[in-house]
């Protein structure tokens, strides 16, 4: 991934899995997809997902606040929702603190 690009695309994924797995590549994009949509599901049901040496995706649960609009200043009711949180492995944080230092 070039530094210019803001995120890793599905297809990047998948050409990564085909490149890496000598499978085809339509095989290789089966395999992303049942990934992310096992990863979506386990969240859309409150369960956290725990990727070893990655990180681990939770659900948080934001009750009702009131909140400000920023241009009129006028007073909003934000109702209360469901947000995905992640947390880095430390593995993973040693990575990216590597990667500032090229």
Known sequence: MSKEKNSVT???????????SGLSRS?????????LALISESLARGEPVKLSSF???????KTP???RNP????EVEIESRRVVSFRA?????ARVAEGNRQ
Not at 10 to 20: D, H, K, S
Not at 27 to 35: G, M, P
Request: glycine share 8%.
């Open 89 to 93: 492995s430390r593995k993973t944080k």
């Open 71 to 74: 241009s009129s200043g006028v």
């Open 10 to 20: 599905r297809m990047e994924l998948t050409e990564r899995v085909y490149l890496e």
């Open 27 to 35: 095989k290789c994009a089966e395999i992303v997809d049942s990934i």
């Open 55 to 61: 990180g681990t995706f939770n659900i948080l649960e």
């Open 65 to 67: 606040r009131v909140g």
